[in-house]
């Protein structure tokens, strides 16, 4: 009993010890991110001084850089990717004492449009909901907001048309890009998933889900809605529903989980690209998108494709799409590796420029260090 005693007290000793370390390391970090603020805000007089109208405040390419130095610094316990998210949150905040980011999304609220918004600005970004990716790109055009999230492809499914189609048309930047691990869950107050008979989701992500509902839900009528959370909204009404969606969105709309991990690919993920009004200076590390069509004669894509290919410039995608100017026309989308700024890559877009066409360089923009 009296050793028992003794232990604790000690174990008693040893924490308020630690715990008075923690509080002064806290203090620490308080004074410092409170200096760091500051300078942000000094950041801001900067850009506006002159009464100048149309600074730009959010800089992808600076924020890329800072997050990848707190990851090659990074010698803690924490993994890297966990001391880099808590930077991105330190700098959504510095960022908004500068300027309120808006963000418009995909909505409605608890999509994973909205999570994106959240992984790329932080929480301190004002995610603005809208109800198709047309108007994610219109209201951004229109400067209703600062800048917009689409999605542009998912591992399993491919490209997202509505994205690469607005986009042909659009005289927005590509400014950054992200990637979101996309976990399915099905949420419903069915009481098991026998008690199911109709499954509501993105038509997106009723393809990510179909082996497992077909072995899973065989009798379940599958119905296609505008997003995962309003497929959510409408199982709140009715426990015959299931809806699939991320659990954040179970969360959000008070929905019981039913199953978890149903995504036909466990490493099931989808692209975002964020979409400004101003171009992206280098970070070091970026990419270019571009559309192109190319001239009706023999060789004419491969061409294109040796103007990168003999400069060692990597292509990490190409698709194509109709041009939908004229029947069984294409355009082709090419990512690539490096800035449009760079020599070699100015060199390869002349080349291509004379070989298309017609060309646009959709943006260069950072490869994302989250
Ligand atoms: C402080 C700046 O403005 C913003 C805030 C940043 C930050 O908090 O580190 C980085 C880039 C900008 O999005 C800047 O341009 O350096």
Known sequence: MTKTTAQSVSEQEQLTEIRNQIDAIDQQIQQLIGERAACAHKVAEIKTQGGKVDAVFYRPEREAQVLRA???????????KEMAKLFREIMSTCLALEQPISVAYLGPEGSYSHSSVIKQFGTAAHPVAVSSIEEVFSVVEKGEVNYGIVPVE???EGEVKATQDELLKSSLKVSGELELAVDHCLLSHATSSDKVSKVLAHQQALGQCREWLKNNLPWAELEAVSSNAAAAKIAQEDPSVAAIASEQAADLYQLPILEYHISDSKANTTRFW?????????SGEDKTALVLSIKNEAGALLKILDAFAKRHINMTRIISRPSKSKNWDYVFFIDLIGHQHDENLKEALQEVVEQAAFVKILGSFPISPL
Request: negative net charge; hydrophobic residues 25%.
């Open 70 to 80: 707190v990851k090659e610094r990074n010698d803690s316990l924490l993994p890297d």
């Open 274 to 282: 964020v979409l400004g009004r101003e171009d992206v200076e280098p």
């Open 154 to 156: 998912n591992s399993t």
